[in-house]
């Protein structure tokens, strides 16, 4: 075990997988010479040399292109956005190439790649800037959505979504960079479409991903304290969603909350909702709850994005609310 | 393409109105209630089977709607009327019995019949008729539950009715049916009252209706109107019944009740006084050749009185058990109809709740109903020794038409020996 930040684990998974397989590579804005906006990168051009750590043009739509051609050579391309905010220019590339190709080439070419960076509300970057993309890119078939709470998971997800033969959008948080918990040692791989229970609970479960899981486990705490024993439970990855766990929790704690950092409408929140109700109807003893990002542009105001987005004080009212304590 | 309407009795307006769906076709009367019952189909009515005022079966065909006027609806009218024969004779469908075990008997007053569910003469195909006392909008007439509480309560037999939801509006939640006490079945447990702060806030309100209670409501000021009643009180010595039962209870199977023995002693008794198991009808007392003995079952909000048919003609036994069965049925809402309408004789009894004596409405057309107390010690006089035994009183209350003071007397006299000398109820 070694006390790691995301960002730090992030790196540690590109640098292992880059050297298990040298057809992996890493492309993007300012991620060889400046070491990535983030630092996620930190290194790996003095490692591994320009041929595997590409600097690129500002250019969405043109290195994500690029990277589709590569995987159907036979590379297997990590990119990264500088934010997801950016990977709305390079959306038909994504959407209508990556997670087409293998079907419209009639199972002739997988296409390998990882669309990586950060995505949601970033401190003050105001409305075009703190996109949640989750759920839109966990609407089209043919690709998997994926995004870590921490840096164990950080990890042993980008491990195996690099080791996929599909491709894969995997969501980080700005905000999250920094959180730092011990991550164990070794080549251990978090499989794709496998959620985890981060605290075990029986009143209410408290489902949650990327950096809202933080803000769940602040919650949880707060509400132990009221004699509220809540279960986290982190999908990881967003689409597949891990039913089977999600099932094994709503049964025990026959409550739900939901909370995602995306805006409230067509969220991957309702889904989750809509498979509940449709698999677990008959263990709810309250209508699911979702705690989600309210439906107005990110205001350039602290105060205000503080209200826009969910926040510890609503996930608590919200788990009150299914267990019929307010 | 003729449409069958399939239902009870019309009083419908003339043959060749075209009726539009929504119209309201008929009144359906039920020994509780009456219903519109309106069309959903539309049509004009081109031939009305049931007469009104008659008597109709569920799914018999009562009347046929076509399309125009002039269609020739004799081939399919032919076929209608086979079917609806066939159809006709066959029982509403009963529901299954709950397996799981209920809480003992618990009996209050008494009322006829019982108005347990909204009247509905359907079987399980024909058209749902909606009560004209009953037009509130859905959501407000839906009880309200979580489906878990749903799930919970189905499996542990008890009726959400029952259950007081502390949920948002009303909603009945898995806390309240796990928290759910049915009416306790001993007086000590009910006895035990609450204390200053433990008490719920006292309030005014209005608490509307429920089908039940306004059956209850509407039938029990109709006897007490319209029927002269006078009531006769006997003691009953227990000793040699409760001896009996002490005896049962070594054997195998479940416990036999004192309500079981006294229905049981009560089909006795009307077996030998028919004058007593009878009914006032206007013109002519009828005197029934079957004795069924209806017993009352307390359910929240409202009464039930299930019926042991041919109670003279079964063994202890299977009166007891017949009663489990039908007080659980009763419990969760699933008695049949036959299951509760038409008993000769009522049995009501307070006796658990530590009652000494009282006296039950009669229930119409029945002209009898037995009210029991409990069981307590008493002092008498033996030879002029004072001596303890225990005693349960008994009171008739009968209908002066059809029953005579001497009648009441002597029927209580029969059932004050069958009851002390039990061992008659074995043979």
Redesign the interface.
Known sequence: MALMSIRDALNLALKEEMTRDEKVFLLGEEVAEFNGAYKVSKGLLDHFGPKRIIDTPISESGFAGLAVGAAMMGLRPVVEFMSFNFSLVAMDQIISNASKMLYMSGGLFNIPIVFRGPNGAGPRVSSQHSHNMESVYSHFPGIYVMSPSCPADAKGMLKAAIRCDDPVVFLENELNYNLTEEVPEGDIVVPIGKGDIKRSGKDVTIIAWSRMMTLAKQAAEELAKDGIDAELLDPRTLKPLDMHLIAESVRKT?RVVLVEEGHFFAGVGAQIADSIYSEL??????PVIRVAQSENPMPYAANLEAATLPSVEKIIHAAKQVL?RN | MPISILMPSLSPTMEEDFIKQGTMLCSVETDKTTVDYESMDEGFLRKIVAAQGTPAKVNQLIAVLADKKDEDISEYLKKALEKSQKLGGAKAVVPTVATTPLPPITSVGATRGSPLQTATPAGNSAPIPRSSDDRRTGDERRSKSSPLARKIAAESGISLEAVQGTGPSGRVVRRDVEGYKPVPASAGDEARPQFGSQLPPAVTQDVPLSMMRKTIARRLLESTQQTPVFSVTMKVETGPLEQMRSQLKRGPGHKISVNDIVIKASAFALRRHADVNASFQGDFIRQFGNVDVGFAVSLAGGLITPIVKSADQKALWTISSEVKALVAKAKIGKLAPEEYQGGTFTVSNLGMYGVDEFTAIVNPPQSAILSIGGIQPEVYLDGGIPKERSIMKITLNADHRVIDGALAAQFLSTLKSALENPVWLLL
């Open positions: 026959n109807f008959d263990y709810l003893d309250s019929y």
